[in-house]
């Protein structure tokens, strides 16, 4: 019964098959492109392998397409990700109601977060489709469009048929994290702010939403990362285009990779809009990781 | 009168949740000719299930399927076990650096594919695996590892200590203990993990797409972009609605069955994220 | 059956700056065969880990613990022929009460013809006949106690271990079970370990008791030799509800009688046939230690000059307690709880007595080291 050594072999072996993965799938990746990143590997080197130092940096300090594809994320990004917060609070304040029906509108919602986004990408192409679209259909029945609008065949309205997309399809996941968040917080706590004169606006206000603020960073932190790394909804929906003006950073790496060939040049974004998302992540944690105590503390 | 327009309120978020998908079914049961009638009906007139005979008669669409099923199922059930071995030693065995352990898990888990998927590529371009179940099978596994062990771990750490002493008492072994006694009381977490990896496999796109270029070896994700017509200009709408409707059935099942489950799963993932 | 030994038994648990902490401290004493011993303290004393190193599942820091003639440091809990009673029943949820009882003897590869004997047996002992089909959830806190010592009574071991079994229960079962484990140890006959925060359970059930406090074992003895003569101030403190009295004063050597003053001017003053041990302290500080039932109302108390000497004191609140009364006294310098067998009402408080206090009953104690004086 030598416990305390022996659980720690007993431990590590246990440990080992799923170390084993995580080792070759997923960390020797990223060692890998850190070091591609230093070498020219494209159709100019026949795909050989030439290492030439920070060139490839030095190339993408010049690009300014990849600039311009940073930008289009960072707007999508920050565009999706405040309406989602938004909406998701809003699908969880009415969840968090007693009703008739709430358990299908809550499966109605998970159907939702949990439907393939590269399948229902198609949809939404066919939503936004120029000649037989739905939504051009809608809008003109309504009055507010005289004529048709080609949703993906021009820049701005291209870019906010995908944030609409990607709204739709995220904001339950949002929810649920706030549902979650809002079920913590005590019945009681609202009558005593009710007892104290609060109207339900101030109750919202300085009850409700200082208490959420965990749940909320939960949220936000997660959805940017993800937003962020944004690859099949924008691959389907537009491959990218009209014109790259819904190129994110993940469908420019990827074209730099598989169709122009050029995987050194390729590896050298990867590290360079990694360690962005990485800088950007800390940012937002930092504020996490003092508020989160509060409501997680049950671990 | 607040009452009406509360449930109203509801019954539009529903509709705004299911809307797409509703508009899918309607458009895979129109003939061509009507999905390219203006202006648009929305109530098929002569509804058909052509769209879906030629999806699985004209394209391998069954294969995908069968694909998507056992890429799936076998990440599922690898996920689930190496992680219920590894969350046993890190929420119950006394290990030194356990919390760093999932930390650094956790940091992997929000990695975007993009990152992995070249190195991947070549990984699995070497060990000839391109085409192959396993190019599938070993990164969804991977990926999906960090979020199965945080769950179980959390839940493993709810059983009491006590009932571990009383068998280990009654002579169970350590390795007996986490098989009889640890996993038979963790059904729910188990399933809880298995049926959110599922979804997640179910659900990838990066991987398929590139790992699988032979056409019998896709994906549903990414045999249905193979769907589209000789050119641009002609999407095949109707075949499209229809596999959208397919691929998603088995999802809206189990969303249906686990509801609760779902949402326990994703609270304690997110949680400890 | 068999008898149980602890010698110099330490648990130190390693920190990992080298702040190393001593849960159980050189404990030595012996169970022997058919012994009921209860392992009593306040909580974090180390009885527990105590009770765990013997079962095996603590690892012996120090010392060797035997049961029978085999030392059992290096066995695994399977295979040192002991069964546990955990506080929190730790029945396998996922059981019915049959499997429940039944596994150990499984895992043990025992005939099922035997297996289901043993069970039967156990079950008609414990009353639970009727619940063997049930799982633990089904089951109230009093009827899991009971499946939880069926488990350990189908085992037939040698040794049994009880760690808090009864804290779970509510007031009204924990007195009904405390009664039924000490019938099932005369039935049994078997070599009993128990565990208890409770001085109420260590004093009605354990033929000796060990008190400890802070890893430490501060005194081994039968029940009632604990209560009268217990070794120093925390022994003396733990056991009896309300807890001893404690009172701050001097002695002094007065016509080769020992006077005992209380300090502040406190009313107390008690004169003590001396004793050499007393004549140590011949001026310097003592505690005085009386229980409450050693004090009396004058009245009534059975006079005898020469045992008893008596003091005045306001009372301050009466707790009538039906069959006696519990009165908290200021003497002046400290509140003294006084149990009358005399039924008072509310209403006296605040009135001045002349209380009694029975001499022969009266410990001193070494207010530095906490020893009694004898």
Not at chain 2, 13 to 34: D, G, Y
Not at chain 3, 137 to 146: D, E, N, V
Request: glycine share 6%.
């Amino acid at each position: 019964m030598k416990t305390r050594a022996s659980d720690q072999t007993f431990g590590a072996l246990l440990i080992s098959p799923a170390g084993a993965f995580v080792f070759c799938i997923a960390i020797y990746p990223i060692a890998r492109v850190l070091w591609l990143s230093f070498f020219a590997q494209n159709l100019a080197t026949s795909l050989q392998p030439k290492f030439v130092k920070i060139d490839n940096y030095i190339r993408l300090a010049n690009d300014g397409h990849f600039f311009a594809t940073l930008r289009t994320t960072l707007f999508f990004t920050f565009v999706s990700v405040v309406i989602e917060l938004v909406l998701g609070l809003a699908f969880a304040l009415l969840l968090n109601q007693r009703f008739r029906g709430r358990a299908i509108a809550r499966a109605a919602m998970l159907v939702t977060w949990a439907l393939p986004t590269a399948v229902l990408a198609w949809a939404w192409s066919w939503i936004f489709n120029d000649q037989f679209g739905v939504m051009n259909d809608l809008l003109h029945r309504v009055g507010i469009l005289a004529r048709p609008i080609a949703w993906l065949g021009s820049g701005s309205t291209a870019l906010f048929a995908v944030i609409f997309a990607d709204v739709w399809k995220t904001a339950p996941f949002v929810m649920i994290i706030l549902l979650a968040g809002l079920q913590n917080v005590s019945g009681e706590l609202h009558e005593a702010a009710a007892i104290d004169g609060a109207n339900s606006w101030k109750r919202f206000r300085f009850v409700t939403l200082p208490l959420l603020m965990p749940s909320i960073m939960v949220a936000l932190l997660f959805r940017a990362i993800q937003s962020f790394g944004i690859f099949d909804l924008i691959f389907v929906m537009t491959g990218g285009g009209p014109g790259g003006a819904t190129e994110t950073l993940a469908i420019y790496t990827y074209n730099t990779y598989l169709r122009y060939l050029d995987f050194g040049y390729g590896s050298a974004m990867i590290v360079t809009s990694f360690l962005l998302m990485a800088l950007c992540a800390t940012l937002l944690y930092w504020p996490l990781s003092r508020t989160r105590g509060a409501q997680f503390a049950t671990e | 009168m607040k009452r009406v327009s509360f449930y109203a309120l509801v019954w539009l978020v529903v509709l705004w949740c299911l809307a797409p998908f509703l508009w899918q079914i309607v458009t895979s049961l129109k003939t061509n000719a009507e999905i390219a009638a203006l202006p648009v009906t929305y109530i098929p007139r002569h509804a058909g299930l052509e769209h879906y005979d030629a999806l699985f008669t004209r394209k391998p669409f069954a294969r995908y399927l069968l694909n998507s099923f056992v890429i799936s199922g076998t990440s599922t059930i690898l996920c689930v076990g190496l992680s219920a071995l590894a969350a046993y030693a890190v929420s119950r065995l006394r290990m030194r650096g356990s919390r760093l352990m999932l930390a650094a898990l956790v940091v992997i888990s929000l990695f975007p594919p993009i990152i992995f998927f070249f190195p991947l590529y070549e990984m699995m371009r070497a060990a000839g695996l391109l085409n192959h179940p396993l190019a599938l099978i070993i990164p969804y596994t991977t990926f999906n590892l960090p979020f199965s062990i945080i769950v179980l771990a959390t839940f493993f750490r709810g059983v009491p200590r006590d009932i571990e002493d009383a068998a280990k008492v009654d002579g169970l072994g350590r390795l007996q203990i986490l098989w009889r006694i640890i996993l038979p009381l963790s059904t729910p977490a188990l399933a809880t993990t298995a049926i959110l990896v599922f979804i997640f496999a179910w659900n990838e796109f990066l991987f398929a797409l590139t790992f699988m270029t032979n056409d019998r070896a896709k994906t549903i994700t990414a045999g249905i972009a193979t769907l589209s017509g000789t050119t641009v200009h002609e999407t095949p709408w109707g075949p499209i609605a229809a596999a959208v409707v397919v691929s998603t059935i088995p999802l809206i099942l189990l969303v249906a069955i686990f509801q609760r489950r779902i949402v326990q799963g994703l609270i304690a993932g997110a949680a400890k994220g | 059956m068999a008898k149980v030994s602890l010698q110099h038994v330490y648990k130190i648990y390693r920190g990992e700056k080298g702040g190393d902490v001593t849960a159980v401290h050189d404990v030595n004493f012996e169970v022997a065969d058919r012994e009921f011993v209860v392992l009593v303290g306040p909580s974090g004393c180390g009885k527990s880990t105590t009770l765990r190193m013997v079962a095996g599942l603590e690892q012996i820091s120090e010392g060797d613990i035997y049961i029978d003639e085999l030392r059992v440091n290096d066995v695994a809990p399977k295979d040192r022929d002991i069964a546990m009673v955990f506080q929190n029943y730790a029945l396998y949820p996922h059981m019915s009460v049959y499997d429940n009882l039944a596994f150990g003897l499984k895992l043990r590869k025992f005939p099922k013809a035997e297996i289901k004997k043993r069970v039967t047996d156990a079950a008609g002992i414990l009353g639970i006949e009727k619940l063997l089909e049930r799982k633990p959830r089904a089951l109230s806190g009093g009827q899991r106690q009971r499946v939880a010592v069926g488990r350990a009574i189908v085992r037939r071991p040698k040794v049994f271990l009880f760690d808090e079994p009864l804290s779970n229960l509510d007031a009204k079962m924990r007195v009904q079970m405390r009664a039924e484990i000490t019938k099932l140890h005369q039935r049994l006959q078997a070599t009993m370990i128990y565990v208890t925060h409770d001085q109420v359970e260590a004093m009605t059930m354990g033929d000796r008791i060990v008190v400890m406090n802070n890893g430490v074992v501060q005194q081994i003895d039968t029940p009632l030799k604990l209560y009268n003569e217990p070794t120093n101030l925390f022994v003396a403190g733990f056991l009896g509800s309300p807890s001893m009295n404690f009172v701050n004063g001097t002695l002094k050597i007065d016509n080769g009688a020992i006077e005992f003053t209380e300090l502040q001017g406190g009313a107390i003053k008690l004169r003590l046939e001396a004793s050499e041990h007393f004549r140590e302290f011949s001026g310097k500080p003592v505690l005085l230690g009386i229980r409450p039932e050693d004090i009396e109302l004058a009245q009534f108390a059975a006079t005898n000059e020469r045992s008893t000497s008596s003091f005045p004191a306001i009372v301050d609140i009466v707790e009538p307690m039906g069959a006696e009364t519990n009165l908290y006294l200021q003497t002046g310098a400290h509140t003294v709880v006084c149990r009358s067998q005399k039924a008072l009402e509310h209403r006296e408080a605040g009135r001045r007595f002349q209380f009694d206090i029975n001499l022969e009953k009266a410990h001193l104690f070494d207010p530095a080291t906490g020893a009694r004086i004898v």
